[in-house]
């Protein structure tokens, strides 16, 4: 392990995995490619009040649709587990104990009472941030306070407590940031954080610290948010004796609204009409569904791809990149420090870029898929056709079959627009006369649709802007589509001929009952 990268992404099973956290996990893992080491997840349920039943199976599930491996994790152990908190507990108390015996952490045995008036007391001081800190715990209940034999009384009588660090009063803090610099926090800034919980669950300070180090961790990549509790990491390792062992540190951008005012939420998501998870959710609680990046039609290199420039560039114009080709080409140098704006458009436009490059055999097996859905048939052969066809005019896979049904059935409806502007009666003896001879054409390729029309404009002295549009309503119902002609080879002479003559007879029964 000595030298080797080592990353991990620590999400909490609270609920779904947020856009922004996959992000953070995509990051941690091209940085750990990139440099030959390894990605672990590692779970980080202390707060056992907040877990929620089949998170931590969504955040797999999340990860591996996203082609986001991890070499260790509860679902791929490795030599360093466990790799769910809850099962470490032991662990850490070794630890906060040790800090206590070293005259570094403390007991505090306040009461939720004694905590309310301290904080009370310090606002009436007109203190702006009332704090447990190196001030403040002079004046409350806990082993700085008490005597040896009382702390030892109220531990055996099982008196609840928690393990608080003992901040210093003047010490400045220092750390390297990788994406930020240098980070300069003076410790009166700082609290006596707890280590230790009274139902004897470590807090995240102290867990992730004890975790990173015993599972060698060598650089420690997290969301921003996470900035502000550095300082107090660091002197954590500092005062356990790790502080040559220490992991770098990077903070990475926040993940903003789209209009820059704030961080992304869930909220934004919904009132936006987007997805902010990469897989629908239903609340076990409330049965509430949220919606996915997945089952809204993305595909998992185009979402991968976009999210990997949110906060992150190569230096140049490129913009496509494969999942490979992003570790080969990730560095922390390249990594922004401002907030990055989500952009859903820009999010869309990759995955349609994306979509129309798909093998044609790809499109069509989403195509029979959502036909069958629907209790349709078709042929792969034909499938392969409209695929083709629609491949470029697509965002999303389910749109193959959405804006195709024309192919597969006659136009209910005729598109009113199209029809008030373009059905004329000279267009109609086109369509009838173009009706008639192709009925029983012998070929009728995307080339001879076009002559065959053709001539039969001629012999009205028309021309092809008069009357296509009528053509394409009558065929397919709509006002605008891919080529006339290739969709007429794909429908077949008799099938074209048959819809025209049913679209005279509805669309001049409609005209005429106006």
């Not at 206590?100 to 606002?123: H, N, P, Q």
């Not at 992003?326 to 922004?336: G, H, I, N």
């Amino acid at each position: 392990m000595e030298n080797k990268v080592r990353v991990r992404f620590a999400p909490s099973p609270t609920g779904p995995l947020h856009i922004g956290g996959v992000r953070t996990a995509l990051f941690n893992y091209l940085f750990a490619k990139h440099n030959g080491g390894d990605f672990l997840v590692r779970i980080e349920d202390t707060d056992q009040s907040r877990f929620v039943e089949g998170a931590e199976e969504y955040i797999r599930q999340s990860l591996e649709w996203a082609g986001i491996v991890a070499d260790e994790a509860p679902w791929n152990p490795g030599d360093c587990g466990p790799y769910r908190q809850s099962e470490r507990k032991e662990i850490y108390k070794e630890y906060a104990e040790q800090l206590v015996k070293d005259g570094l952490a403390y007991y505090a045995f306040d009461t939720s009472e004694e905590l309310e008036e301290m904080r009370e007391r310090l606002k009436a001081a007109r203190v702006n941030t009332p704090q447990y800190n190196s001030m403040t715990r002079t004046q409350m209940t806990n082993s700085l306070t008490l005597s040896e034999e009382e702390v030892k009384e109220r531990i055996e009588s099982g008196a609840p407590y928690v393990i608080r660090l003992k901040v210093p009063k003047k010490e400045e803090i220092r750390l390297n940031d990788m994406v930020r610099g240098w980070v300069m926090v003076h410790s009166h800034t700082i609290d006596d954080k707890i280590l230790m919980k009274s139902d004897g669950m470590p807090t995240y300070h102290l867990a992730n610290v004890v975790d990173d180090h015993l599972m060698g961790i060598t650089h420690v990549i997290r969301g921003e948010e996470w900035l502000p509790s550095a300082p107090l990491h660091v002197l954590l390792y500092k005062y356990l004796g790790w502080e040559d062992t220490m992991p770098r540190f990077a903070h990475l951008p926040l993940l903003l609204k789209p209009d820059g005012n704030g961080k992304l939420s869930k909220r934004d998501g919904d009132k936006m009409g987007f997805a902010v998870f990469p897989l629908e959710w239903k609340d076990p609680q409330s049965g509430d569904i949220s919606r996915g990046f997945k089952e809204d039609g993305f595909l998992a290199d185009a979402f991968i791809n976009f999210l990997s420039f949110l906060g992150w560039n190569p230096g140049d114009e490129r913009e496509f990149f494969t999942l490979q080709e992003l570790c080969d080409e990730f560095t922390m140098e390249r990594v922004t420090k401002a907030g990055t704006k989500f952009d859903i458009d820009k999010a869309k436009w990759f995955n349609q870029q994306y979509l129309k490059n798909r093998p044609d055999a790809e499109l069509a097996e989403y195509l029979i898929a959502d036909m069958t859905t629907e209790g349709k048939e078709t042929t792969p052969e034909k499938a392969l056709l409209v695929a083709n066809q629609l491949k470029e005019r697509v965002t999303f896979p389910q749109e193959i079959w959405r804006d195709g049904r024309f192919y597969f059935e006659k136009p209910q409806e005729y598109d009113a627009k199209t029809v008030k502007k373009k059905w004329k009666p000279e267009g109609v003896a086109v369509l009838q006369e173009y009706a008639s001879t192709i009925e029983n054409a012998e070929s009728f390729t995307a080339d001879d649709a076009k002559d065959i029309f053709m001539k039969v404009l001629e012999n009205h002295e028309m021309k092809i802007g008069q009357v296509m549009p009528a053509l394409r309503v009558a065929i397919s119902g709509k006002g605008g589509g891919p080529d006339l002609m290739i969709m007429q080879e794909i429908l077949g002479n008799k099938e074209v001929a048959e819809r025209i003559n049913i679209a005279i007879e509805k669309i001049n029964k409609l005209k005429e009952g106006n």
